[in-house]
């Protein structure tokens, strides 16, 4: 699986948008983009993937850029429970089913 | 439509002992796959199961092993515990759909070795 670099750690205030930035300059073409969040004293928990085109659901949207190389999710009004460490993951959809983690973003809503 | 449970939440243990931890998968859910979790860091992929048997496993070594029972509940058990293996260890279960199934997560087992 492709390797994934994350800022370690980024501020929002409360009611705007949190952009979170992934870098994945060696994904392959079968390879999807994850992303995950890990509340404290949980376990991580689904928000989205996409493979090429832009994807929204009910938590966020996921914009993936041209060339696949990079991809930011939003989430278009941060409350205070949206405080977690969110994961980029890139997974191809055959073979290993596992998802490699690495250090994620950790994301402080401001009240 | 219960969730991924895991048990027990908290546990410890010394050097050397031997620890069994249990997963209930999500309902229809009949993959099973085993995460450990040092403290400030992001989880590490142990193995999987899938029909009883182990389908995957990462960087780990015998002494960790697993069970899935024909009701998809799963066991990892770890022999000859040492100092390191201190860490969360967190159950996801899956739908084995052949594409991008999403792993739902337990909330971990918090191991400690003393």
């Known amino acids: 699986d492709a390797k994934t670099t994350q800022p370690p750690s980024m501020d929002c205030a409360e009611g705007r948008a949190a952009n979170l930035p992934c870098n994945h300059s060696?994904?392959?073409?079968?390879?999807?983009v994850y992303w995950y969040r890990q509340i404290h004293s949980q376990g991580p928990q689904y928000i989205i993937h996409?493979?090429?085109n832009n994807e929204t659901n009910e938590m966020a949207s996921l914009i993936i850029t041209e060339d696949r190389k990079s991809s930011t999710l939003i989430l278009p009004h941060a409350t205070l429970r949206d405080t977690a460490v969110y994961y980029c993951?890139?997974?191809?959809?055959?073979?290993?089913?596992?998802?490699?983690f690495g250090s994620g973003t950790r994301l402080q809503v401001q009240p | 439509e219960t969730g991924v449970t895991q048990s027990p939440t908290h546990l410890i243990k010394t050097r050397g002992q031997q620890v069994t931890l249990r997963c209930s998968s999500q309902?229809?859910?009949?993959?099973v796959s085993w995460y450990q979790q040092a403290l400030g860091q992001g989880p590490q992929f142990i193995f999987q199961?899938?029909?009883?048997?182990?389908?995957g496993r990462g960087n780990f070594p015998p002494r960790f092993s697993g069970l899935q029972f024909p009701n998809y509940s799963s066991e990892l058990n770890v022999n000859a515990l040492e100092l390191d293996d201190s860490a969360l260890y967190l159950c996801?279960?899956?739908?084995?759909?052949?594409?991008?199934?999403?792993?739902?997560f337990g909330s971990g087992t918090q191991l400690s070795v003393l």
């Open positions: 993951i890139v997974r191809a959809d055959t073979g290993r089913r596992a998802l490699t």
């Open positions: 060696t994904i392959s073409g079968n390879e999807y």
């Open positions: 199961y899938y029909r009883e048997e182990e389908n």
């Open positions: 309902s229809g859910h009949n993959t």
């Open positions: 996801a279960s899956s739908p084995r759909t052949g594409g991008n199934e999403k792993l739902f």
């Open positions: 996409g493979l090429k």
